[in-house]
Each structure stands twice: as structure tokens, then as C-alpha cells.
């Protein structure tokens, strides 16, 4: 069974750092469409990054773009996102995501096939102003 469980929430300040990480179990990321999501409150749930594990490949949303890394450690079976320069707007829900598809990043980070895909359960970011 594949289980993915994210980490590494919480509240930090405007201009902070955090790192959020992905815990893959019943598979790992190499060669996987991969991603993170947030879900804001009120709001739909949108991308932040969508990523090909195999060739480094990503495409990221135009808010976060230059401020967050997305990245992973096949050998931990991990998925990180690096979040630098948060803002109060970055306070959402993350979500991290893995599909064994080949979804074009750009598509994938729009949310284009990811409906398939296993999904954790997601960690709070709250960003105070």
C-alpha cells in the first residue's frame, strides 16, 4: 500500500525558512511524477510545484517561483520542499503528491492528472505577518 505522510509544518514569521518533507512507504520517487499542492482556507487547492524525479524537471507555480526548492532522496524515500521568504499569503495546507504517470510538470503543477495520484494528508504552514 502506498502511503505518503508530510512533516515539518508549523508557524514561522514572514521572511522565515521551512522545510517541509514527504515520507514514501509501498514505493519510491524515482521515476514518478511528483509534487506539492496547498489548500488555503476558503480557497481551492492549487500547485506549487510539479516535478519529473528522473530528470529533475520541474515547473513551479508563479508565486513561489525563486522562493521555494522542491527536492528528493530517493535512498530515504523523501520528498522535501524548501521554503524560503515566506510570505503571510504562503499559510495553507500542504500537500505533497507522487503519481506512477508521466505528467508534464507545468500540467501536473496545474493539477492536471494528479486526481489519480496518491496524496498524503497534508501539514499546516502558517505564516504570521
Known amino acids: 500500500e502506498v502511503q505518503l505522510v508530510e512533516s515539518g509544518g508549523g508557524l514561522v514569521q514572514a521572511g522565515g525558512s521551512l522545510r517541509l518533507s514527504c515520507a514514501a512507504s509501498?514505493?519510491?520517487?524515482?521515476?514518478?511524477?511528483i509534487g506539492w499542492f496547498r489548500q488555503a482556507p476558503g480557497k481551492e487547492r492549487e500547485g506549487v510545484v510539479g516535478a519529473i524525479s528522473s530528470d529533475g524537471s520541474t515547473h513551479y507555480a508563479d508565486s513561489v517561483k525563486g522562493r521555494f526548492t522542491i527536492s528528493s532522496d530517493n535512498a530515504k524515500k523523501t520528498l522535501y520542499l524548501q521554503m524560503n521568504r515566506l510570505k503571510p499569503e504562503d499559510t495553507a495546507i500542504y500537500y505533497c503528491a507522487a503519481d506512477y504517470t508521466f505528467i508534464t510538470p507545468y500540467f501536473y503543477c496545474s493539477g492536471y492528472g494528479s486526481q489519480g495520484s496518491s496524496w498524503g494528508r497534508g501539514t499546516q504552514v502558517t505564516v504570521s505577518s
Open positions: 509501498g514505493f519510491t520517487f524515482d521515476d514518478k511524477t
